[in-house]
């Protein structure tokens, strides 16, 4: 037997329990993985509440959990990439991250570089994939000034630093407990709430939106700072998103294991800063969602095993 995280009913983090289930046996081009570290996201909570049920639906009893990084300690069959006691990182897609032992494919797999820790190596997938979706989709250049939203967050803080790297002027949008850190990656910040527009115009005129928030930041990057729909890319408002005819690319474009390996790279090599808000042991994985849903966290906050 193995604990793993599972919930029988939608609702608030109370459903969530650690269990003891049946060891997972890997299949053909499977591997098992002892979860070292694995993320936790607000999409995650949006699933166990029931938010999400018409795109995302729960069959009960539910796992949960994507983003991973730990140590293999069985292969299937036909499996020759990874053997017992490599260091991996990466996802798996049967909602079963927040697990001690964990099934992956192997095409969700990739090395753990040895400079990454586990907390950053298992807090790449859905954010950071994420990440470099919508900064693609908005297709920064140098010279350009792109705006983010939720700046500081899981994605957000990724997204600033992938669109710095493509050489654009960045203005990131934050509550002001997290301007200086801001600042110290290049980014301008400014503070949500108010007269957002005209704190954003008083930086730049802004060429692109990646729209990490919703709550009407689409509408305003059209109507109020001038931006051509095709260079908004929005996680949330998918409403607003049709009406201007903003994208809307995001993990699905982004989740790709050479992705979360190129992601991998830079945070290893001190090119792309991945903040850890915090860790919880697995047993823990209520006071993680309590903290995470609590809003206003700075980085990723992590299971640990």
Do not use: C
Request: glycine fraction near 12%.
């Amino acid at each position: 037997m193995t604990h793993a995280v599972r919930f029988n009913e939608y609702g608030d983090v109370d459903v969530l329990q650690v269990i003891d289930v049946e060891r997972p046996v890997p299949g053909a081009g499977q591997v098992l993985v002892e979860m070292r570290a694995a993320s936790i996201n607000p999409g995650e909570a949006k699933i166990r509440t029931g938010a999400l049920h018409a795109l995302y639906p729960a069959t009960f009893p539910s796992g949960e959990g994507s983003d991973l990084a730990g140590v293999v300690v069985e292969v299937g069959a036909g499996v020759t990439e990874f053997a017992a006691g490599d260091a991996v990182l990466g996802f798996t897609d049967l909602r079963a991250s927040h697990a001690q032992l964990v099934l992956a494919s192997v095409t969700e797999l990739a090395p753990k570089p040895a400079e990454l820790s586990w907390e950053v190596a298992g807090s790449l997938y859905v954010a950071g994939s994420t990440a470099w979706a919508m900064v693609r989709a908005v297709d920064p250049k140098p010279g350009d000034t792109v705006v983010v939203t939720g700046a500081a967050g899981g994605v957000g803080s990724l997204a600033v630093q992938l669109a710095r790297r493509a050489g654009a002027q960045v203005i990131g949008v934050a509550g002001e407990r997290n301007h200086s850190w801001l600042s110290s990656l290049g980014v301008v910040p400014v503070t949500y709430g108010g007269d957002i527009a005209a704190a954003i115009l008083a930086v730049g005129k802004p060429d692109a939106l990646v729209d990490v928030v919703g709550e009407g930041y689409v509408a305003l990057g059209v109507e109020q700072l001038g931006i051509a729909p095709e260079r908004i890319d929005t996680a949330n408002d998918y409403a607003a998103a049709a009406q201007y005819g903003a994208k809307t690319d995001a993990n699905a474009e982004g989740g790709r294991i050479e992705v979360i390996a190129e992601l991998a790279a830079l945070a290893a090599s001190g090119e792309l800063e991945v903040t850890i808000a915090a860790t919880y042991p697995l047993a823990q994985v209520r006071d993680a969602f309590r903290e995470l849903e609590g809003g206003h966290t700075r980085g990723k906050i992590v299971l640990v095993n």
